[in-house]
């Protein structure tokens, strides 16, 4: 029995909620009335929760000090002092994702123990003479009633909306005050950043591709660059086992061809290979701390992965510390399609699925593709067909793209582009690097989030001077591309630029005009 009512509590999150008022002390108004003393289990908690509500009404400030004093005021006291209790939970110093999640736990708790308390009462009426000649109508009411009070007064606080003008000070405060504590994952590429702020807790980015243009390698890539910063990155592949990973793995930190991994006799029977090889291999003993997990989900459902990122993530993140996740990648895996449920519908709804059960369960970035369809793939037949892009060559169409917070495509650079790019890099510089802009290119067609760059990109064009005539070209990120590693090498203003002669390009009016689009 003692078990089961230990059960029907949680002092932890108690504590949660007490830190948070302690440290922030006006989010205590949006919480009167949905939470009271019978929340708290813990006497201490109980009696500060009574103390900030009694400063909160004598209109004066609540800080750690003066809840202690009007504590002692009221002869109340602790174990171990009251000025080391309240101290304890005011350093600890909890979120405000940490503090919503415990309200939620403080009122699921509540609700439980009344409806213990009902069930027992109920127990013992059932029991009485005054219930056995009651008809089933009769019965059924009189069940009814005993539980109707507890369930009309709960209040379901994670569907509560929130209240934008009272507890946008309080957020701000607390960004503020700890602005360290960030979760934004900054993009491991300089232009991508500068566009996009870095990536979100709980948003989902998608990266479309065509097939076998290089969405693994490039979210590999990615993965790899944000887990060399410390943070821990879990990659969820639904195509490629562990062993293909982790050649890849070692070709992008020893910068050698995947394909010699496979018979290692490549690299022995070769002079400079292998001694190539001796000399660098002591970087993947270097990099054994860095953080970067891999696993085949191949067949799995959404449960199946949620279970296996909850998993990772208690091992190896931790409660509030920042964690990215890649789901590599969105396609039909055994959902049944219909004329009803279409392709585009269930990819739809695995966005959603994902985001919810993933990116806002562990308040984290998920980092996904999706393929193109053949269409989107076609040969171009000229230098504005090869700079041209249309949200039309993405599967799964607009469905799709309304479920993520940020759409990029990742293409490969046609000749035609390649050559327009280098045409103003002189013979012996393409001698010793035939490709300075790189083959591969990223264009944005969606930031939910961005900054003055981000804007630009999605709306504003540069005019480029090609032999079919002048066109619009949309703004793109280029990328490099070598034994799986992707490098930033600028964008397209950065080549038009170079063009003109202009060693730094001012954007002075157009940025203006990005401000409005924003």
Known sequence: MNEVKEQLKSVQSENHVISHLLNYPKSYLGIKGPITTKDFTSYNNRKIFEAI???????????????CQKLKDSGVSFNGGVDDYVEALYLSDVKNHAFKQA????????????????????????????????????????????????????VDEENEPTHLTRDAEDLLNEKYNAPEETKIIKAPYPTL???????R??????FVAGSGVGKTAFLGSMGLEIAKTGIPVLYLNTEMTDDEMLSRYASQVLN??????????IIRKN????????????????????????????????????????????????TGNKCVVIYDYLKVTGEKITQSNQEHQVLRDKVFKLKESIANRLNAPLLTALQTNREGNREPRSIKEATFIDDGALAGSFAVKNGVSQLWFLERKHQLEIDLDNQGVSHEELMDNPRPYGVFKMLTTKLRQCTADGARFQHNRITRTTPDGDIQHRHQINLGFENFTFTDLGETQDIVDELNGVRQHENTDEQDEDNDAI
Request: hydrophobic letters at 30%; glycine letters at 6%; one cysteine or more.
């Open 256 to 265: 050698i061809n995947a394909n010699d991994f496979d018979d290692m006799n």
């Open 201 to 206: 807790p709980g948003s989902v980015t998608c």
């Open 53 to 67: 509500g009694a400063i909160f009404e004598s209109g004066n400030e609540v800080t750690e000090l003066s809840v």
């Open 193 to 199: 950043q500068k566009c996009n702020g870095g990536f």
């Open 271 to 318: 002079v400079q290979k292998n001694r190539y090889y001796l000399d660098n291999k002591h970087k993947l003993e270097e990099n054994k701390g860095v953080p970067f997990f891999h696993i085949m989900v191949e067949g799995k459902s959404t449960d199946e992965i949620t279970s296996i990122c909850l998993n990772w993530h208690h091992k190896n993140v931790g």
């Open 103 to 154: 309200l939620r736990i403080l009122s699921e708790k509540t609700l439980r123990r009344n409806l213990y308390s009902d069930s027992e009462s109920l127990i013992q009426s059932l029991l009485t003479s005054e219930t056995l000649d009651l008809k089933p109508s009769e019965l059924a009411s009189h069940c009814r009633g005993q539980i109707e009070s507890t369930i009309s007064n709960w």
